[in-house]
């Protein structure tokens, strides 16, 4: 006797259109009101939904948090092999904090959500932050290393490194609002995003540069 066939299904266009706005209203509330603010309710009646429509995506708040946690890390994760593809050092700098920059201007929201989860401790997160983030971060630190070996730079703490990239990018993100404001304008345009590459850039290669 054979074992019965599975037949998986590819969900219908409006399927996918109805996750992906529901993703995308849950991570606009889940960065403004973190976790324990949204309710499934709350999503819901933002896109006309009924809870129970809402909980044939997703079963629980949990799982869709997680969801757009994933769609964020996903994104990211995908852009930040600019070092460890890279055959020399400037570019892979001049690279990587312009992904890093265009990231938290293309998706402020997600980034929101990101960091709120961090700033708390990745209660819900952890498992994948340690599966995921920390090999990347661990090749990029011994990309640097091979570079250092070869006075290609100067050596320096590459972990530490890594976390000063990673906060001045990510402040264009979580401190862009605060960041308009004092420049006495509605929102950050291009030319304030291409200055901070440039700086950020300049300023990083400097204290590498043999």
Do not use: C
């Amino acid at each position: 006797m054979t074992d019965p066939v599975t037949v998986t299904r590819t969900p219908r266009a409006a399927t996918l259109r109805k996750q992906e706005a529901i993703l995308a209203e849950a991570e606009r509330q889940f960065a403004r009101y973190g976790f324990e603010g949204v309710s499934l309710d709350s999503i819901a009646a933002v896109l006309d939904l009924s809870r129970q429509n809402l909980l044939y995506h997703w079963p629980s708040k949990e799982e869709l948090y997680r969801a757009v946690l994933d769609s964020v890390m996903g994104e990211w994760m995908a852009n930040m092999t600019a070092i460890t593809e890279a055959d020399e050092p400037q570019a892979a700098i001049q690279t990587y904090v312009d992904v890093k920059l265009r990231f938290s201007r293309e998706r402020p929201s997600g980034n929101a959500v990101f960091t709120r989860e961090i700033m708390a401790g990745a209660p819900r997160y952890q498992d994948v932050l340690k599966v995921q983030v920390m090999p990347l971060l661990h090749a990029d630190v011994d990309r640097f290393e091979g570079w250092a070996d070869a006075g290609l730079i100067r050596r320096v703490d590459f972990t530490h490194l890594m976390f000063l990239i990673w906060s001045s990018t990510q402040a264009y993100a979580d401190l862009g609002p605060q960041f308009s404001l004092y420049m006495g304008k509605p929102h950050l345009d291009d030319e304030d995003f291409e200055r901070a590459r440039e700086l950020i850039t300049s300023l990083i290669w400097r204290s590498l540069k043999p």
